[in-house]
């Protein structure tokens, strides 16, 4: 199965900045859809970015304007920049890749904490 790699977590202030990344297994990867999704304490998991394999890309209303997601097809990676960081977006980021066809996989998270 696809296998998912997070990195980039980590602590930021009101304001400032933060890139993750996320390495995905496949020689495939370039006709996956890549996405990022968030979950907060004691809050349902939500969907953040998505970017598909035509190089469509979604956002989530809170984010836009904010968060980039991109993709290496070369490296296997997708990213998401996320500026001017708000204590809301405190959760752990989670990466998802849905090759063609198929339901989405699942990374373990990276954690992200924002403070006032």
């Known amino acids: 199965q696809v296998q998912l790699v997070e990195s980039g977590g980590g602590f930021v202030q009101a304001g400032g900045s933060l890139r993750l990344s996320c390495a995905a297994s496949g020689r495939t990867f370039s006709s996956y859809t890549m996405a990022w999704f968030r979950q907060a304490p004691g809050k349902e998991r939500e969907f953040v970015a998505a970017?598909?394999?035509?190089?469509?890309?979604r956002y989530t209303e809170s984010v836009k304007g904010r968060f980039t997601i991109s993709r290496d097809n070369a490296k296997n990676t997708v990213y998401l920049q996320m500026n001017s960081l708000k204590p809301e977006d405190t959760a752990v980021y989670y990466c998802?890749?849905?090759?063609?066809?198929?339901?989405?996989?699942w990374g373990q998270g990276t954690q992200v904490t924002v403070s006032s």
């Open positions: 998802a890749a849905a090759p063609t066809g198929r339901s989405y996989y």
């Open positions: 970017s598909s394999s035509i190089g469509m890309t």
